[in-house]
């Protein structure tokens, strides 16, 4: 395996971080500040809108498809690693150059299975960067991890179809420039083969039926202006030409969604732990307590340097999982991708959590980024099927590998 980057890629991470050195990381403490009091939360701050558009003028954009030259670079999951890294070091870093989960995800379905007319109608604004999108799949009631459990009901009657069911945690759901959401649910719920009974269908979010009930926190926080929505769908209908690649193929579809999506989260990961080493390191050269530098205390030392290994583990998993994906496929690379899910979150959880311990009272506060760093490192775990699970499959799978089964 050769992971050394590109000439292309290397140009793309000097551009990027020289993106984010002048026009991000001035601003990223205002722009927190802005949302936090404005009279609207749920308003989108205009610098977002304002650093998007040098962002898409500078040429960084939709950096993230892989295979669809069309639609941005064409970069290799392995080409992207490093610059969805660099993007994870800050809460805004993915959605100024159109690289934000959940639209990314959605605009690579759309892509790969949608006809021509939804690839017009919503492919090519979320490719403009004109509007935002969701993936409704998670329910309260289920553990929907496992997609055989959804109990959404999506009923052909006629040219419509009919969806009703209830769903949670759609992360940016309750962002206002959210137009449509692609949303999970069984149109054969009595099949006998599980993973046919699920489809999956394009439903605009100012559909009647549809009910932004609540937004969902996490750790107390609404994450405005995103959200993760509770919403209902009652007696929701719209057009039979909006189902994606036709009945029973839902399960098909999350199964190419999820794998990318999944990878995308643990890169973003190393570069919120890389972040969080170096402001450890910041803090231990210059804090002083019980009369010296923190630098001094052994713990610190190890501190750091258990979190400088940790992360280049999981960096160098990223890697060979993105490598497997680029040269045998989403499915071949499974495992891995499973591997680096499990290891990803839990890696940048212990290392944020050094950091902030180091960082005392203050690692807790809104003076530094450690807090949220956390958030969506704890959050990750949970988020595109909890870690149980991942260990679950991949522990099956090796044991019946090595039992000849």
Known sequence: MNFEYSDKVNDLLARV??????????????????????????????????LKAKAKAA?????????????????TNL?????????????????????SAPDTGNMEVLARYGNEEQKERWLKPLLNGEIRSAFAMTEPEVASCDATNIETRITRDGDEYVINGRKWYISGACDPRCKILIVMGKTDPDNANRYIQQSQILVPIDTDGVTIVRPMKVFGNDDAPEGHAEIRFDNVRVPASNILLG?????????????????HHCMRLIGAAQ??????????ENR??????????????????????????ARLLTLKAADMMDRQGNKAAREMIAMIKVVAPRMACQVIDRA???????????DFRLAELYMYARTVRLADGPDQVHMMQLGRDLARRWNGQ
């Not at 984010?20 to 205002?30: C, F, G, N, S, T």
């Not at 080409?79 to 690289?99: D, I």
């Open 17 to 50: 971080n020289g993106f984010l050195d002048q026009h991000l990381y001035p601003i990223e403490a205002q722009l927190l500040e802005t949302i936090d009091t404005q009279p609207d939360r749920w308003a989108i701050p205009p610098e977002i809108e304002a």
């Open 59 to 75: 040429g960084l954009w939709n950096l993230f498809l892989p295979e669809f030259e069309d639609y941005g670079y064409g970069l």
């Open 79 to 99: 080409e992207y690693a490093p610059l969805a890294e660099v993007m994870g070091r800050t809460r805004f870093g993915s959605e100024v150059f159109n690289c």
């Open 247 to 263: 009945e029973g193929r839902g399960f098909e579809i999350a199964q190419g969604r999820l794998g990318p999506g999944r990878i």
């Open 275 to 284: 972040r969080a080493l170096e402001m450890m390191c910041v803090r231990a």
């Open 288 to 313: 002083i307590a019980f009369g010296r530098p923190l630098i001094k205390q052994g713990s610190v030392r190890e501190d750091i340097a258990n979190s400088v290994c940790e992360i280049e583990q």
């Open 356 to 366: 902030m311990q180091l960082h005392g009272a203050a690692g807790l506060s809104q």
